[in-house]
């Protein structure tokens, strides 16, 4: 590499003069969830007067937005690989995109051109000595996007913590903005007393040493509070937030049993608050991979006992998931779990396990249902479900026919809907 200092004042501009040069009709990149470079997306909003379809392409925005706002659908149109908080209300009224893939999968799209990509906004850490920056929180399909674009603008903040694994040299970003704020934060979800009955329930499938993949949200943390008395637990997942912080520090989660990549926290992406931040920064046991590595059903599955815990809307009487939509509405997206789901299937002695709460709506609508709502994807097929966990048991599907797999179902239903579900399951011939 050369020598980055020679050129790097070159390279510094402020926000605006590194957005200036996106142009209208360009298709631009934006760093994942809470590693997104919140100056310059600041920055380029402001621009909207002056651009017209602009495409903004990411998964989780966990900032505001903007340009996903009414109003802006002339100088921006977003395109979701998943739907979130702040983009849902753009995409049902039809002023966003949504395109389905599988996470893994999407720096391929980049790669072979059919999302190629113009310019890439991205936040890293200050250069080391060699000049080699830091993805921080977030590598996923971001290093993958910035091997692509035609034009790589970073923001580099001191306050994004250098995690091992992945890097880029100075050499390969075109502009820099050195602006320092704080990360976004994913504060810790409240857990009721339902998620902690899928917790206990969950947590005891988990054997000893098993390597684990966690999602997000209260059920995932939940599961974290009733691993305590667990040894030598390991984390593969596609990314992890404060919880597991808490079972390493009580020396639950030591990784020194796994069987790919012993001794380190391999993740593609962190969301969570400062502590998780700080527990990863300069940590030499915590490395962040890109997605097609970390989410790679053939890796996940060079595991022994690879577990995977994931969240859905609803399972129906034949084991379909619906992880992604509320009836015709697209909720969220597939993200890593059929990644997951397969991978742990291919492991020795692993489990992939579903785990959703019995009902919705204050206990008004059944998540075990006899068919999914009409209009709604199928997320994890039949053939690939194996575990799914309720606060009233859990049951393995694997190998069990539609007959079984629905009293089993049944069986973890809320009692108020069990009758309802078996006289539905003998009118559509099931059982």
């Known amino acids: 590499m050369s020598n980055w200092r020679e050129n790097y004042q070159e390279r510094l501009v402020t926000p605006e003069q590194a957005v200036g040069q996106i142009k209208s009709g360009e298709r631009v990149v934006i760093g994942h969830a809470c590693g997104e470079p919140p100056s310059l997306i600041e920055a380029l909003v402001n621009r909207a007067p002056e651009l017209n379809s602009v495409e903004i392409v990411h998964m989780v925005a966990m900032g505001p937005a903007k340009y996903a706002q009414p109003g802006m659908e002339k100088s ?34 980049f790669k072979n051109n059919t999302l190629a990509v113009d310019v890439v906004l991205i936040q890293v850490t200050p250069p080391d000595e060699q000049g080699y920056c830091s993805f921080g929180i977030s590598v996923d399909y971001t290093q993958a996007a910035t091997e692509c674009a035609k034009l790589v603008i970073a923001q580099i903040n001191s306050r994004m913590p250098r995690t091992g694994g992945a890097k880029i040299h ?31 329930n969950v947590a005891g499938l988990v054997p000893d040493g098993a390597t ?48 790919s990549n012993p001794g380190k926290f391999i993740a593609t992406f962190l969301m969570g608050t400062r502590k998780l931040y700080d527990f990863v920064n300069n940590n030499p046991n915590v490395e962040l991979h890109p997605v097609d590595y970390v989410n790679d059903p053939y890796v996940i599955g060079l595991h022994e006992s690879m577990i995977s815990i994931n969240s859905a809307l609803q399972v129906d009487l034949m084991g379909q998931v619906n992880a992604e939509m509320i009836g015709s509405k697209q909720f969220s997206a597939v993200g890593g779990q059929v990644d ?63 007959r079984a797999r629905a009293e089993a179902l049944i069986g973890i239903a809320h009692p108020n809907f069990r009758s309802s579900l078996m006289a539905d399951a003998k009118e559509k011939g099931i059982l």
């Open 76 to 109: 921006f149109r977003h395109n979701a690989l998943f739907v979130g908080s702040s983009t849902r209300k753009a995409f049902e009224e039809k002023r966003a995109d949504f395109t389905p893939c599988f996470f893994s999968e999407i720096p391929r799209l």
């Open 340 to 402: 997951y789901v397969r991978g742990s299937s291919r492991s020795m002695n692993g489990k992939s396990i579903i785990a959703l709460p019995s009902t919705a709506a204050g206990g008004k609508i059944s998540r075990i249902t006899c068919e999914l709502d009409r209009g709604a994807a199928v997320t994890t097929s039949r053939n690939d479900v194996h575990y799914v966990v309720t606060e009233y048991g859990a049951v393995d599907l694997r190998g069990k026919s539609l």
């Open 212 to 259: 684990l993949q966690l999602g997000i949200g209260a059920i995932p943390d939940a599961v974290l509070l009733f691993l305590k008395g667990k040894k030598d637990l390991g984390i593969h997942s596609e990314m992890f937030s404060d919880g597991v912080v808490a079972l390493a520090e009580a020396g639950v989660i030591t990784n020194r049993k796994k069987t």
């Open 170 to 200: 100075l050499d390969k970003i075109d502009l820099i903005v050195e602006k320092d704020e704080p990360l976004i934060e994913l504060k810790p979800p409240e857990i009721g007393e339902v998620e902690k009955a899928i917790g206990e």
